[in-house]
């Protein structure tokens, strides 16, 4: 079977136990679960149009076939049972059936391999061949999911038992990079990983039902030895944290740094919002974001926040406050203008969206 399918972008190892997880990230309750006696299709109808997040319906297992550096980029492959999923654009959500023909769920992760920040916006195309047979071409999603966080994924049909060399296509990213990140993943970079499809594969991707299917909460991420982009803990952020806003299901954390990290070109006090899932703290990225800071009915800043990629900030929205300056008692309000522009595996789809604006004292 040979087939391209590219597909338009928007902004631009296995651990089969499960828990439900409380918005203070511990993990408290190990799900229930029922094994299916081969791998199966999940298509579930588990959640809800709330607007929150809930519990998936399955946990599924995850096999690695490969992990590498391509130029200045870590990069694994995972493969897992074929799903639908959800594509954002703008404030519309799509969802991407299973295909009778798919195989697999592909998932790319990259990151960096200094400092383990997983890189969201990269933008990143697979393609697959066998025998030097093009089977599949595609620009894949930029994907959240419970398990495995932020990464890059989408659904593949293979011609039958076999290797297949898989060509992972590193872009590089057009958002700012400070500190340390300066200069870094502007340029894009390839790598090869053989997967070989076959009933040892086969036995490592089966799933498993989740008992509390549904309920708000999340099932626990992946137990692995490589970064699935969680966010800073705030003892982990730099400067001052000031607290945490909450919209559409999401926190933000605000931290306010005396200067701007390296590579900002401006001056003055500098205000970070980091924004995550609200039980597992898995980056959110790819929003328009903007901030005012008033104090006593006066607007004291207002602007758009910058995407920006920071080793000790990690992926967050930010901007300097030009000599404005920060005092006890002024309001920020934060202003989602285009939600996260990503794809969503269940238990994300209906959160993240509508995204009301957010307020904090700092």
């Known amino acids: 079977m040979h087939r391209r399918r590219f597909l338009r972008l928007g902004v631009a190892a296995a651990a089969l136990a499960a828990g439900c997880s409380t918005p203070d990230d511990s993990t408290t309750t190990t799900a229930r679960s029922t094994r299916t006696a081969t791998a199966t299709a999940t298509d579930s109808d588990a959640g809800s149009d709330d607007g929150g997040v809930y519990v998936q319906s399955f946990v599924e297992g995850m096999t690695t076939p490969g992990r590498t550096t391509a130029g200045e980029y870590a990069v694994a492959l995972h493969a897992t049972v074929p799903h639908r999923f959800w594509?954002?654009?703008?404030?519309?959500?799509?969802?991407?059936?299973?295909?009778?023909?798919?195989?697999?769920?592909?998932?790319?992760?990259?990151?960096?391999?200094?400092?383990?920040?997983?890189?969201?916006?990269?933008?990143?195309?697979?393609?697959?061949?066998?025998?030097?047979?093009?089977?599949?071409?595609?620009?894949?999603?930029?994907?959240?999911?419970?398990?495995?966080?932020?990464?890059?994924?989408?659904?593949?049909?293979?011609?039958?038992?076999?290797?297949?060399?898989?060509?992972?296509?590193?872009?590089?990213?057009?958002?700012?990079?400070?500190?340390?990140?300066?200069?870094?993943?502007?340029?894009?970079?390839?790598?090869?990983?053989?997967?070989?499809?076959?009933?040892?594969?086969?036995?490592?991707?089966?799933?498993?039902?989740?008992?509390?299917?549904?309920?708000?909460?999340?099932?626990?991420p992946m137990d692995t030895d490589f970064p699935i982009g969680r966010a800073p803990t705030e003892s982990e952020l730099p400067g001052d944290v000031r607290g945490t806003a909450t919209s559409g299901d999401a926190n933000f954390v605000v931290t306010v740094l005396e200067e701007p990290p390296a590579g900002v070109d401006a001056a003055g006090p500098y205000l970070a919002v980091s924004a995550r899932t609200?039980?597992?703290r898995l980056v959110l990225p790819a929003m328009s974001l903007s901030a005012t800071v008033s104090r006593d009915g006066e607007t004291r800043h207002e602007g758009e926040l910058t995407r920006t990629l920071d080793p000790d900030l990690h992926y967050h929205y930010g901007t300097a406050l030009n000599g404005t300056g920060v005092a006890s008692g002024d309001r920020l309000e934060l202003t989602v203008e285009t939600p996260p522009q990503v794809a969503r595996h269940e238990g994300y789809e209906t959160a993240f969206l509508t995204m009301p604006p957010a307020t904090l004292t700092l």
């Open 278 to 280: 609200p039980y597992n």
């Open 87 to 220: 594509t954002v654009t703008g404030d519309d959500r799509s969802v991407v059936p299973r295909e009778d023909a798919d195989t697999l769920h592909l998932m790319a992760a990259v990151w960096d391999p200094e400092t383990g920040v997983v890189l969201p916006e990269t933008g990143l195309s697979v393609e697959i061949t066998r025998d030097g047979t093009l089977v599949s071409e595609e620009v894949i999603y930029p994907m959240l999911s419970q398990r495995m966080g932020v990464h890059y994924g989408g659904n593949f049909g293979l011609d039958g038992d076999g290797t297949y060399t898989t060509a992972v296509s590193v872009g590089g990213t057009s958002i700012r990079r400070t500190g340390a990140f300066r200069g870094r993943f502007g340029d894009p970079a390839t790598a090869e990983i053989d997967v070989t499809l076959d009933d040892a594969l086969r036995r490592e991707i089966d799933t498993r039902e989740v008992d509390q299917a549904g309920d708000p909460g999340a099932v626990a």
